[in-house]
């Protein structure tokens, strides 16, 4: 491995924060406390912590500085104005309504695009996004390419739409009883995969002869835009900004959790450029979040937002993060460690099904591997497989995913690659034990995203 790959950190530290030392015997009651469930384990009983990237980001100086000029005002607050006129020049689009996070997005446009009935075809579903999709009688159908299903398969551009599938979709079912697609850039659950901007041209061109609709979900635009520019032909010498605009050009609108690639901890938004679709947001968000101009967010939080987007567009930063992640992933790759490839954005995720084999599915085996993970290392993981995927909104049986991972998953600008090689210690350290992990089984399953609270004990 060479580690002149590996850009340094490009900012350097101003505050910090201690974390707690623990030992395996305070972990072992942790874990049993929480129920194997790495989402009921206290932050403070972490070393490091990989549950997700998701408002967990470091935010910088200029961030905080902006936090100092909140305008709490209750309707029409600058900072709203701040974060529109960013959002416009980033991502292009006419209309913005603020929420309190990327499912309060997603929550409105489910409410005021989706039909009872309608067909939502995606690019392998998030949890949050295609609950909202079924809450409001839409259908979820898969249309991402066969092999993003496959977490060996080393190709770029796995996160892409196969456009077979949409057209297919398109004829059996007829445009009018298509709600709109969603694209996500990049798709979380397989592994954080990039889409290619032909692929995105390509789903533009098609949904434009039908009259179909297509959003983003524009959570990691800008990891996306960093893939592009590093993989995909033409785009080289193009900034992110750029790449992110010509991305967006592509669809009519967005949802965005801010809590991953604004580098905030708390925010979203839902972006469109139909009027007629804006004055229904503008309607339902008072009844969700609060007034159109703050939807949920304090005025600071608005400011930090407008400023941490701006400062995602920098290419030192996103280059190192996506480097960051991608040095986890080479240093258990060269341990032989099974890992879904090729690296993602925000994460690396192992493959639970070749890190256990003795443990079939119905044992979850990635939920035992990240509880085993924690007890040995103090490092926290999560479980997306078989928990994460939960039950047939219909039948009540589990869906069974064929990617049963477990995702160590990056925090913005918080740790450092010396925190990335503990980790890769401590995986590689299990790995060579992998067979003493017990499967487990529920004692408490909640009915709706059940991977947040559940409960489990060993078999
Ligand atoms: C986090 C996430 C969401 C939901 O956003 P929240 O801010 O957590 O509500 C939607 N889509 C993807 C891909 C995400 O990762």
């Known amino acids: 491995?060479?580690?002149?790959?590996?850009?340094?950190?490009?900012?350097?530290?101003?505050?910090?924060?201690?974390?707690?030392?623990?030992?395996r015997e305070q972990r072992e009651k942790v874990i049993k406390e929480a129920g194997y469930n790495t989402f009921l384990i206290n932050s403070e009983d972490v070393y490091i912590d990989l549950l997700t990237d998701s408002g967990t980001n470091a935010m910088s100086d200029r961030q905080w500085a902006g936090?100092?000029?909140?305008?709490?005002?209750?309707?029409?607050?600058?900072?709203?104005?701040?974060?529109e006129e960013t959002v416009r020049d980033i991502f292009g689009f006419k209309h913005l309504v603020p929420t309190h996070q990327g499912r309060g997005a997603e929550n409105l446009l489910s409410h005021i695009a989706i039909k009872e009935g309608q067909y939502v075809p995606g690019n392998m579903y998030f949890t949050t996004t295609r609950f909202h999709q079924e809450a409001n009688g839409g259908i979820f159908v898969?249309?991402?390419?066969?092999?993003?299903?496959?977490?060996?398969?080393?190709?770029?551009?796995?996160?892409?739409?196969?456009?077979?599938?949409?057209?297919k979709l398109i004829d059996e079912k007829g445009a009018e009883n298509i709600a709109y697609v969603c694209l996500a850039v990049?798709?979380?659950?397989?592994?954080?995969?990039?889409v290619s901007m032909e692929n995105m041209k390509a789903v533009r061109e098609l949904t434009n002869k039908h009259g179909i609709k297509v959003f983003f979900d524009a959570t990691r635009c800008v990891e996306n835009a960093y893939f592009i520019k590093e993989q995909e032909k033409g785009y080289e010498d193009r900034s992110i900004k750029e790449i992110v605009r010509e991305m967006f050009s592509y669809a009519d609108g967005c949802t965005m959790s801010g809590k991953k690639d604004c580098i905030v901890n708390i925010g979203g938004f839902l972006c469109m450029n139909d009027d007629e679709l804006f004055q229904k947001a503008k309607e339902l968000v008072v009844v969700y979040e609060g007034m159109p101009s703050y939807g949920g967010m304090a005025g600071r939080d608005m400011e930090?937002?407008?400023?941490?987007?701006?400062?995602?567009?920098?290419?030192?930063?996103?280059?190192?993060?996506v480097k960051q992640v991608r040095y986890l992933g080479e240093k258990l790759k060269e341990a032989g460690v099974p890992i879904v490839e090729p690296i993602g954005g925000h994460a690396v995720f192992l493959d639970a099904r070749?890190?256990?084999?003795?443990?079939?599915?119905?044992?979850?085996?990635?939920?035992?591997?990240?509880?085993?993970?924690y007890l040995e290392s103090g490092v926290r993981?999560?479980?997306?497989?078989?928990?994460?995927?939960g039950r047939d909104i219909h039948t009540g049986e589990n869906h069974k995913p064929k990617l049963e991972t477990v995702r160590l998953t990056i925090p913005r600008r918080v740790y450092t690659y010396q925190h990335m090689d503990v980790v890769a210690d401590a995986v590689i350290k299990l790995y060579e034990h992998k067979e003493k992990i017990k499967g487990l089984k529920f004692v408490y399953e909640p009915e709706q995203l059940r991977f947040f609270t559940a409960r489990f004990e060993h078999i």
């Open 304 to 321: 930090a937002m407008a400023i941490g987007l701006q400062e995602s567009m920098d290419f030192s930063y996103i280059e190192h993060r």
């Open 67 to 83: 936090m100092m000029m909140g305008d709490e005002a209750y309707a029409g607050s600058k900072n709203f104005h701040h974060l």
């Open 1 to 23: 491995m060479d580690i002149k790959n590996y850009p340094a950190e490009p900012y350097r530290v101003k505050v910090v924060e201690t974390v707690k030392m623990t030992t």
């Open 354 to 373: 070749k890190f256990c084999p003795h443990l079939k599915q119905g044992e979850f085996p990635a939920q035992a591997l990240a509880a085993e993970l």
């Open 142 to 167: 898969d249309i991402i390419r066969d092999e993003a299903h496959d977490a060996s398969k080393e190709i770029a551009f796995k996160g892409d739409i196969d456009l077979k599938k949409l057209e």
């Open 381 to 389: 993981s999560m479980e997306r497989g078989i928990v994460s995927a």
């Open 186 to 194: 990049t798709v979380n659950l397989a592994g954080g995969q990039p």
